[in-house]
């Protein structure tokens, strides 16, 4: 929470209205896609903290088992569920690594 991005993030998170928050958070917590995991089949590279308490490793493990298509997970040691903001040095080399691999081949 020390991140001035992080910071940031949380302050315009409290600007919005609560009605359109409350709009938000049901579609996100009452939607069921699961179903369509199978159909997607473009490559997939899966990024998760090791502390997320909004989604848990289990969902990471959970999606990869589960599209349709080639499918790699990378745990990275972060906290938080926004780990681009709160942890970019772990965040950004682990990206560009994924960038740079293809796993379709």
């Known amino acids: 929470m ?3 991005s992080v910071q940031e993030f949380s302050r315009t998170l409290f600007t919005i ?4 928050a409350l709009s938000v958070a049901q579609t996100v917590f009452q939607s069921d896609v699961r179903s369509l995991l199978p159909l997607i089949t ?6 998760q903290s090791t502390k997320d308490l909004a ?3 289990a ?4 999606l990869h088992k589960h599209l349709g298509g080639v499918s ?5 040691p972060s906290e ?3 780990p681009q903001l709160s942890s970019p040095e772990i965040v950004t080399p ?7 691999h293809d796993i379709a081949s």
């Open 55 to 57: 989604v848990p490793v």
């Open 94 to 100: 682990v990206l560009l690594r994924h960038i740079q």
């Open 17 to 20: 209205r609560p009605d359109i």
């Open 2 to 4: 020390e991140s001035v």
């Open 72 to 76: 790699i997970v990378e745990v990275m």
């Open 59 to 62: 969902v990471s493990e959970y």
């Open 80 to 82: 938080g569920h926004l």
């Open 42 to 47: 473009a490559p997939c590279h899966i990024v």
